[in-house]
């Protein structure tokens, strides 16, 4: 990947937006309208976290532990976010013996947040298996040889599903089962949320210090997210039908997520930075210099 030189040195060049193009940024880029002189691609996490930290886009959600381990060149806004309080549903740990008995978990490479999370949650378990890199399937993999395989994203949303599901009308509240098909899912946001009592912030929307997005962008990203929570069952339905998983479970999927950012996830963040990557630089949550 070649190196560019940021857009703000040459205003007649387009700010170039890179997407996480996961379903749970749906709320805010299904109904995003871009102004003409941005552009967009979209990828994996990983990917949007390379093409980020190489120069090929301005400003991408990354994965919130790139952003951590670049906080010296990078800012974050201050008021976007994929985060959540609680149970996330698609970054699952997929098991078939217990957590104290893992001795080799699969990661998926779309994924740092994820594993980095993984990291702190084993530390503060006292475990210490062997982590690879391994795509395919968790019921696969598992069945490969791995005791615990780690997945994000709608692939992991649509196992897990596929492991507790179908669910009666009343499954969603006030608990989801677990386990199914003798396979347990051990949810890592809500395992940060039971040490911490904390938000669990996966994503923000990283730009470098001296490239901030146009005030335009920022405009149509809060309209959009506006538009995109308003019309949460459409959304939901939409991508039901895509994931072909229920309505109302992508509904339930959808509306626990945190969009917007707040003291709570910030300070959670930095809980999270001072755990995973000690020594970094002090976050900043743009404008910054
Ligand atoms: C909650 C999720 O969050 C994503 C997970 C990320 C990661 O693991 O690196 C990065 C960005 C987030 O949007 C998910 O995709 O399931």
Redesign the pocket.
């Known amino acids: 990947m070649t190196n560019h030189q940021p857009s703000t040195l040459d205003p007649q060049l387009p700010y170039r937006a890179g997407w996480?193009h996961?379903t749970?940024?749906a709320p805010i880029l299904d109904p995003l309208v871009l102004p003409p002189s941005v552009t967009a691609i979209t990828g994996v996490?990983t990917e949007m976290n390379e093409a980020l930290l190489t120069g090929r886009v301005d400003i991408a959600?990354i994965?919130a532990v790139e952003f951590i381990r670049h906080a010296d060149t990078l800012a974050a806004l201050p008021d976007f976010s994929?985060a959540v309080l609680g149970p996330?549903y698609?970054?699952n740990l997929f098991h078939t013996c217990s957590l104290p008995d893992m001795r080799r978990i699969a990661l998926t490479s779309q994924?740092?947040?994820?594993v980095a999370l993984l990291e702190v949650l084993l530390r503060e378990w006292g475990l210490s298996p062997v982590l690879e890199r391994a795509e395919g399937e968790a019921e696969e993999l598992l069945a490969a040889g791995y005791d615990g395989v780690l997945r994000?994203?709608d692939s992991?949303l649509k196992e897990w599903y596929g492991v507790v599901g179908p669910f009666t009308d009343e499954t969603i509240v006030p608990e989801i089962p677990q386990t199914g098909r003798g396979i347990t899912v051990t949810d890592l946001a809500e395992e940060w949320f039971k040490v911490t009592g904390r938000p669990f912030v996966?994503?923000v929307w990283a730009y470098r210090k001296d490239n901030p997005p146009p005030a335009e962008l920022l405009k149509a990203m809060r309209s959009a997210r506006r538009s995109g929570i308003g019309h949460l069952a459409e959304v939901s339905a939409r991508h039901a039908l895509k994931l072909g998983l229920p309505e109302d479970v992508v509904q339930h999927y959808l509306w626990n997520f945190r969009y917007h950012l707040e003291e709570a996830d910030r300070q959670a963040l930095r809980l999270f930075a001072d755990r995973a990557v000690p020594g970094h630089a002090e976050l900043c949550f743009g404008p910054c210099e």
């Open positions: 996480i996961f749970n940024v996490p959600n994965s994929v996330v698609s970054v994924s740092a947040m994820s994000i994203g992991a996966f994503a």
